[in-house]
Every structure is written in structure tokens, then in C-alpha cells.
């Protein structure tokens, strides 16, 4: 559960990747389960800050990232603030998402996601966009290969 901004540490590829997006003319969007907060592992402000952090690391290396949404609720929090037991923002839930998309004015019919986790790709399902499956490596490389070279 990385909170700290001393702690951050870009994937391989990362910034690259954004910026790609960015020359393809995608606003990427950032959309992250927080369960951490909900487990009193960090508070929310931490939580807004390492994000803030992530977004201005990757402006600094030329990768603009649009918007960040995080969930922060979980059916077995700690602090019953954040107790839900199926909160619709909270993946494999399609909340953060459409909300982005209404948001932005992003048109779900020309995007996609990456994630890493089976949430992620079931979130993309409910959404109706496809969703694309990151194990790790280089996510430039990943993406370039998306996008089509």
C-alpha cells in the first residue's frame, strides 16, 4: 500500500506510455481502488496527496495525466466512513469510470482501459470498453503495441 510520496515509483515505461496516449489524443484517466483508507493504513489526505505527487511527477516528464478518481470505500473498513458493502464507485464496479466519462466529456465508444487486477477488467466490462490486461514489463511498449506501432 504505497501512500508516501517517498515511496512512489514509476512503472517502467509509465510516462512514456501517457505521453503516447496523449499524442494519440486520449486523456488518460487514472482510476484506483484505495481500500488503504478504508483499512486505516493511510489517511485520505495522504491518499490525495501521493496522487497529486503521481500527477505531477508524470507533467514533469511530459505526461499529461487528466484526472485521478479513487475509491476509498470497502465492505470491511475499519472506519465505518468508508464501510460499503458494494460501493459503485469501487471496482469491479463501473462508478469511476462513467463518472470520468460524464466528467470529461470522454466518449466511451473510443476508449479503453489497462489495469493490472481481474477488477479492472470486469470494471471495463460494466463500462462497456474494452479492457486490457497489464502484467508488468515496459507499459510504453505495451501501449505501442495497443495502439498499433
Excluded at 505527487?53 to 468508508?82: F, N, S, T
Excluded at 466490462?125 to 474494452?130: E, K, S, T, V
Aim: one cysteine or more; a neutral charge; charged letters at 25%.
Amino acid at each position: 500500500y504505497p501512500h508516501l510520496e517517498a515511496e512512489l515509483r514509476l512503472m517502467p515505461g509509465a510516462a512514456e506510455a501517457v505521453q503516447r496516449l496523449n499524442r494519440a489524443g486520449y486523456l488518460a484517466v487514472i482510476v484506483t481502488n484505495q481500500s488503504g483508507v478504508a483499512r486505516g493504513l493511510f489517511t485520505l489526505d495522504q491518499m490525495h496527496a501521493f496522487n497529486t505527487a503521481l500527477v505531477r511527477r508524470m507533467a514533469a516528464k511530459g505526461a499529461r495525466i487528466g484526472a485521478v478518481y479513487a475509491c476509498p470505500y470497502h465492505a470491511e473498513a475499519k472506519d465505518p466512513q468508508w464501510l460499503h458493502p458494494d460501493h459503485p464507485d469501487r471496482k469491479p464496479n463501473p462508478g469511476m469510470i462513467l463518472r470520468a466519462a460524464d466528467e470529461h466529456g470522454i466518449d466511451l465508444a473510443k476508449s479503453f482501459m489497462i489495469g493490472d487486477q481481474p477488477t479492472d477488467m470486469e470494471a471495463a466490462r460494466r463500462a462497456g470498453i474494452p479492457g486490457f490486461r497489464f502484467d508488468g514489463g515496459d507499459l510504453d511498449l505495451f501501449v505501442r503495441e495497443l495502439l498499433g506501432g
